[in-house]
Structures are given as C-alpha cells and as structure tokens.
C-alpha cells in the first residue's frame, strides 16, 4: 500500500461530502431499495428522461463516474477509497444494462470509468479480506 498523504485524505473527504449531500443520499437510496428494470427498454418506460428517477440514475453513476476517474488516473487513493466506500458492486449489477443501452443509444463511452471502478473494486476486495468475520 502506498504511503497516504494529507492530499489523499482531503481528496476523499471532499467525495465523502459530496456524496452525503442530501440529495445524493436519496438517490443512492432509491437505486439501493426501489430501482428494478430488466433492461434499458424497461428502464426507458418506467423512468423517461427528466423524470425524477432518470436525474437520480444519473446522479449516483456520475458520482461512480467521477470516483473512477480519479481512481484510474492515480488521483485517488485506490486503498483509502475501496476501505471506506461500499455498495459499488450492487450498483454496478443494477445499473449495468441501463448503461450498455445508453452506450448503444447515445455514447459508447458512457460511464465506462464506472465500469472500471468496479473492476478495480472487484480486485481490490479479493486482495483485501474482510477485516472482520462474518458471524453465526
């Protein structure tokens, strides 16, 4: 693990505020509890653009978006961030096939730091065991 500097810290402070903001907790709580399509068309139906759930889609894969850029650009402490943040695993598999239709509907780059952030997380926690024992 590289030695963390005051920098790291401030940097993961500033993404911990902003996603306390009051509305970034209602949307991750909205894709945690009531976000369920089976695909993009669905997803289209059910949540229109400028609806209120197509803003809070966006909301929570731009906030991913912006970690895993400065995660995949070495501006984020990949240890710091992945110890602390978690869920990124259940929101990727939510939002995964909305994203791969909006790469087909509009921009194949869509989110794709999102992706990777994943990816990386994947990694990270199989290096990383739980710190903790599940218990009985």
């Not at 993961?12 to 907790?25: A, F, G, K, N, T």
């Not at 869509?110 to 990816?119: G, P, S």
């Amino acid at each position: 693990m590289a030695q963390l500097t005051q920098r790291d810290v401030d940097i993961l402070l500033r993404i911990w505020d902003m996603s306390r903001s009051e509305h970034m907790v209602q949307a991750r709580n909205w894709m945690f509890t009531q976000f369920h399509v089976k695909d993009f068309d669905e997803f289209k139906v059910k949540h229109p653009r400028g609806s209120p759930e197509w803003s809070m889609f966006h909301e929570v894969c731009s906030h991913l978006e912006l970690c895993g850029v400065l995660i995949n650009r070495g501006l984020l402490n990949e240890d710091l961030y992945f110890d602390l943040v978690g869920g990124i695993e259940t929101l990727w598999h939510k939002a995964k096939k909305v994203i791969y239709g909006l790469r087909e509907e509009t921009d194949p780059r869509m989110y794709e730091n999102f992706e990777l952030l994943f990816e990386r997380c994947m990694k990270w926690q199989e290096a990383h065991p739980p710190k903790k024992p599940k218990k009985a």
